[in-house]
């Protein structure tokens, strides 16, 4: 067990496997608590349908021939998605902080694109899983159309990213699961609340219907939304560039507050 | 390039804390090198600038010539940090961590053989499969070691590996890092243990207050210290000392005394020679060699200026 000399030509290339590796990492830490990372989230979003959908369903109609389970649905599935999104890299840095283990990456050749890459990516992966599931399971329930996949993938895709992205922001700026849970239950849990996962903001009294239109939740959702109903309340692509500049936005954080090393390198 | 490690002027400012003023020293490849000081002395900080996890204000470091902030990523692949905390992640086994770790550091299954020999090295072969909550303390000492060799660094970085840990394990650690040096690998040893930078490194440096007060070898550094003891059993127990000799005691417990000798102008010859003047027949003696201890509580507490300069000549 020499001391080996360093191989040439390694120094300052991409680190393309500690990236892979990182991402591994974090789609095993949340594989490792299945029942609390996937299972619970779709429990939870069954339950907003069975009694939202239950209660409004014979009594709504919000676009021209679609029930409210039919708008519920992608609702749900966006909103579980984007918040399993933000709680992956949120609660896994503040956990590696709070526990000091972050170190490990910390002292290895990471980028901070490459760190920001890895967990963004694990966290996408994860809200895929939770929004399928619950898409699966609300299909014994509710009759679903599906207008346009690659529409719902790539809202699905970006809307994770964001919340990903902002999850890494939030876990590097928390030096407390207080602080943390206080950025999940003042901004991400209303913004995704009052996004429309519930109604038509066309249906809301003034001026919280013109407020929505501030919301870049709301067009995560929408669009989402359109990609299974093939209708919304928003131009599918106006709520795509919204969601897509929301990305450029917080990765651009994220990715400022990293190559400072912001509140985890001194 | 012979140096595994180069600080030059690195200084490290916090809000209210001026941590390094102003730090030079180079450490030679291959080299076991222990770097002392009392707590807030700024070791774990200049460690944590080489390691890459904290930023210096000013100055540069460099790891096998490449330097911490401009060649990060050969200078951290140059590295291994055993950190003086007991951090470990929770969510995995010790063979996952050991390969999690080998690939942040872009290895692949080419290091597979050689974190098996890892595990079987440092004992951990029977808890590989272990998650790392269920180990004891001195088991996730050795996880740590294993992680900050797993992409084989020429230089190892131990941040007083040793704090609390029973003596078993010490011993079990000693030889495992002087098998480290023996190896080819340069050794960078933190440690408020005395004992263990005189038992196992070649030079010290001793830090205090973010300077560098000290840095020579562990000779050198102990010639500093000119006082030694020397320990009489003598005939009769109560027997009265000539003023030559009384005047050198410090302690007396009937017929053994102790007495403090400078190495320059007291003469052993001369204490016994004004014994056996005075009728007292000394039965036993042995001298007592200064520790580290002495000559680093001597230099913390005089608070003398750097003597690094001409240490590193």
Redesign the interface.
């Known amino acids: 067990m020499s001391a080996r000399p360093e191989p040439a030509g390694r120094g300052a290339a991409a680190n393309l496997r500690g990236l892979y590796t990182l991402f591994e990492k974090e789609v095993l830490r949340f594989l490792k608590v299945v029942v609390q990372t996937l299972l619970t989230p779709v429990a939870t979003a069954l339950l907003y349908l069975v009694i939202f959908g239950g209660v409004l369903a014979a009594h709504l109609e919000v676009y021209p021939g679609v029930g409210y389970g039919a708008f519920l649905v992608p609702g749900l599935i966006a909103m579980t998605l984007i918040q399993n999104a933000f709680a992956n890299s949120s609660s896994s840095l503040i956990q590696s902080k709070m526990t000091g283990n972050l170190i490990f990456v910390l002292v290895a050749p990471v980028s901070p694109l490459e760190f920001y890459l890895a967990f963004v990516a694990a966290a996408v992966v994860r809200g895929l899983l939770v929004g399928a599931g619950v898409w699966l399971v609300a299909l014994l329930f509710v009759d679903l159309p599906l207008h346009s996949p690659a529409l719902v993938l790539v809202f699905a895709v970006l809307s994770a990213a964001v919340l990903g992205a902002l999850g890494v922001v939030a876990g590097i700026w928390a030096e407390k699961f207080e602080q943390l849970a206080a950025f999940q239950n003042f901004v991400v849990l209303p913004l995704s609340f009052l996004s429309g996962v519930f109604y038509s903001i066309g249906s809301l009294p003034a001026p919280w219907d013109r407020l929505s239109w501030l919301n870049p939740f709301f067009y995560m959702i929408d669009g989402f939304r359109h990609g299974f109903l093939g209708v919304s309340d928003a131009p599918p692509g106006l709520s795509l560039a919204v969601t897509a500049a929301s990305l450029a936005v917080v990765s651009a954080v994220c990715l400022a507050m990293l190559a400072r090393g912001y509140k985890i390198r001194q | 390039m012979t140096e595994a490690i180069r600080v030059e002027r690195l200084h490290k400012r916090?809000a209210a804390v001026h941590a390094l003023r102003g730090v030079d020293f180079a450490v030679a490849r291959g080299e076991f090198f222990g770097l002392l000081g009392p707590n807030g002395a700024g070791k774990t900080?200049l460690i944590?600038i080489l390691?890459?996890?904290?930023?210096p204000t000013a100055g540069r470091a460099a790891v096998?010539g490449?330097d911490v902030r401009r060649?990060?990523?050969?200078a951290?692949?140059?590295?291994g940090?055993v950190?003086q905390?007991l951090?470990?992640?929770?969510?995995?086994t010790v063979r996952?961590i050991l390969w999690?770790?080998?690939?942040?550091?872009?290895?692949?299954r080419e290091n597979r053989a050689?974190i098996e020999?890892?595990l079987e090295?440092l004992d951990l072969a029977d808890k590989a499969d272990a998650n790392l909550q269920e180990l004891s303390g001195g088991m996730k000492r050795r996880v740590l070691i294993a992680?900050a060799?797993v992409h084989?660094?020429?230089v190892v970085v131990l941040d007083e590996p040793t704090a609390g840990v029973d003596v078993e394990l010490r011993q079990a650690l000693w030889r495992f890092t002087r098998?480290?040096h023996a190896?080819?690998?340069?050794i960078v040893l933190t440690t408020h243990y005395l004992e263990e930078a005189e038992a196992l490194c070649e030079r010290i440096a001793i830090l205090d207050h973010g300077s560098l007060r000290a840095l020579d070898t562990k000779a050198g550094l102990l010639a500093r210290h000119p006082w030694r003891c020397l320990c009489l059993e003598l005939e009769p127990p109560d027997a009265a000392l000539p003023e030559a000799v009384a005047r050198l005691v410090t302690e007396r417990d009937g017929g053994r005394v102790r007495l403090r000798l400078h190495r320059l102008h007291d003469q052993i010859g001369a204490v016994l020679e004004s014994l056996r003047a005075a009728g007292v027949r000394v039965r036993d003696l042995h001298t007592e060699e200064p520790g580290l201890e002495e000559v680093f509580l001597e230099l913390i507490h005089e608070g003398a200026p750097a003597q690094a300069a001409e240490a590193q000549a």
């Open positions: 916090y900080t944590g390691a890459g996890l904290v930023r096998m490449h060649q990060w990523r050969a951290r692949r140059s590295l940090l950190p905390e951090v470990y992640d929770p969510f995995f996952e999690l770790q080998s690939g942040y550091f872009g290895h692949g050689w020999e890892l090295v992680q060799l084989r660094p020429p098998r480290l190896e080819g690998h340069t």
